[in-house]
């Protein structure tokens, strides 16, 4: 199935990025999200990402400023905001990126059932929920499929397809070739707690996230050490920030219930989301975000 328009659901943290990776790729997109500034937000996203990306072009002499600027141009001019589900009656593919919340997700799938067009494929960015859950709520539940984009979605070339009990092989595979033309590669698995790549990351960061709680060592000097060590791109903790803590949380209780306690719950992360901070989203987490 080749994708000749795409639609976004959700313009927060992951959203807007994700809508300008594919419009990047020369594929219209809808980015649509429930209050107008928040499709602002995810648009502005959308061409910071595209205004770095070209002028990383231009500094490595590939493009000239004119080019690069009409490039910027030429793709947030392939993104359409939206608040209403007009338009998505001839979207071939939607990406859902809401909250990592079972109601919210039923909510939104259960109106993309209704406005798509039968052959569409509905995907979940979800880090971590049921797939079959998610697909439940729809009529085609063999077209529902994960597709899960990692921080940030406009550098990381990972996704992961998921596969649920009902998502069909055509389906799967037409995912993995949509992640292909929108150059990111795809990594497909079936359906499991934390998927692939979330657990064995928090796995490790569970061993990080116990040793801090034990000692008391401050989170960013376990950040510096480990980025200086050059293991990882950034520590946990400011990953974890990026990520949304509220969503770290959530994948971290689910690998807890899932797996017993070789996994482990981070004492800190768990007062700062009852406290409201949920990092870069909220403007403070584990470190204070402009």
Same mark, same amino acid.
């Given at each position: ?28 997109? /809808? ?97 971590? /929920? ?161």
């Amino acid at each position: 199935m080749f994708v000749f328009k795409a639609a976004v659901v959700g313009a927060g943290v992951m959203g807007g990025e994700i809508a300008q990776v594919i419009a990047a790729a020369d594929i219209p997109v /809808l980015l649509k999200d429930v209050e107008p500034e928040f499709v602002d937000k995810g648009l502005e996203k959308a061409r910071e990402v595209s205004q770095g990306q070209a002028a990383k072009l231009v500094k490595r002499e590939k493009l000239t400023q004119e080019e690069a600027d009409a490039q910027v141009e030429h793709t947030l001019g392939l993104i359409s905001g939206t608040t209403e589900y007009d338009g998505f009656g001839d979207v071939d593919f939607v990406i859902e990126a809401v909250p990592e919340k079972m109601a919210i997700k039923h909510q939104v799938f259960a109106d993309l059932d209704a406005v798509t067009p039968g052959h569409a494929i509905l995907a979940s960015n979800t880090s971590g /929920l049921s797939i079959t859950e998610i697909g439940d709520v729809t009529n085609r539940p063999d077209r529902v499929v994960g597709f899960h984009f990692f921080w940030p979605a406009s550098y990381m070339r990972l996704i992961e397809v998921i596969e649920g009990e009902e998502t069909s092989p055509a389906t799967v595979q037409a995912a993995a070739n949509f992640a292909q033309a929108i150059r990111k590669m795809p990594v497909r698995c079936a359906e499991c707690p934390g998927f692939v790549v979330n657990r064995i990351l928090t796995s490790t960061a569970s061993e990080i996230w116990r040793y801090q709680d034990e000692t008391g060592t401050d989170v960013k000097d376990i950040d510096k050490a480990l980025t200086d060590s050059k293991l990882v791109p950034m520590g946990p903790f400011y990953l974890a920030d990026m990520s949304g803590l509220d969503t770290a949380l959530k994948v971290a209780k689910d690998m807890v219930d899932a797996y017993g306690d070789r996994f482990y719950v981070h004492r800190g992360m768990e007062e700062l989301v009852e406290q409201g901070n949920l990092g870069q989203k909220s403007g403070k987490g584990f470190y204070e975000h402009s």
